[in-house]
């Protein structure tokens, strides 16, 4: 039995997979822990969180970058058209929070105490736009991602409808 050793683009897929694993994983792990436990009802919390959780949100987006650039390099159509819907998800998922987020600044602005409105105002807006900016990147991700996917799988078939009818 031979054992064909990667070469090329090949060589390098598996690492650089398991890169884009730790640098989306590790930051989940470490945000999880620092907001446990959960305490959905208390409105504070849920602020808190959320604004913890846009500090976070860059990493992942590089690993998340690596890995679909790895899976379009390495030529894993199928990887890429999962990462893609999984982007597509994720996008929603985390628009749905800022419409939460911003719901709950909205609630908890009047509760604010006069000297904190700046920096609490502040705060707000600097995670909501982590948060927008999150969610358009996923969102470009997804969609480009999903289009190189589907142009990838279409392309043989082209070729081949091209062979038959030639």
């Given at each position: 039995?031979?054992?064909?050793?990667?070469?090329?683009?090949?060589?390098?897929?598996?690492?650089?997979?398991?890169?884009?694993?730790?640098?989306?994983?590790?930051?989940?792990?470490?945000?999880?822990?620092?907001?446990?436990?959960?305490r959905l009802a208390d409105i504070e919390w849920?602020?808190?969180?959320?604004?913890?959780?846009?500090?976070?949100?860059?990493?992942?987006l590089l690993g998340i970058a690596l890995a679909m650039g790895v899976a379009h390099?390495?030529?894993?159509?199928?990887?890429?058209?999962?990462m893609a819907?999984?982007?597509l998800a994720l996008a929603v998922s985390f628009f749905l929070l800022l419409l939460a987020f911003i719901l709950d600044v909205l609630q908890l602005n009047s509760a604010v105490q006069e000297e904190a409105q700046e920096a609490f105002a502040s705060a707000s807006l600097k995670a909501a736009l982590k948060h927008l900016t999150f969610v358009i990147a996923l969102g470009f991700f997804g969609w480009r991602g999903f289009r190189m996917s589907r142009w990838a799988v279409l392309e043989p078939r082209r070729q081949q409808a091209s062979v038959l009818v030639g």
């Open positions: 039995m031979s054992h064909k050793r990667p070469d090329g683009p090949e060589a390098l897929a598996a690492p650089l997979y398991f890169l884009a694993l730790l640098l989306t994983a590790t930051p989940v792990m470490d945000f999880v822990s620092s907001v446990v436990p959960m849920r602020f808190a969180s959320v604004g913890l959780l846009s500090g976070f949100l860059l990493t992942p390099f390495a030529g894993h159509q199928r990887f890429q058209r999962v819907i999984v982007n």
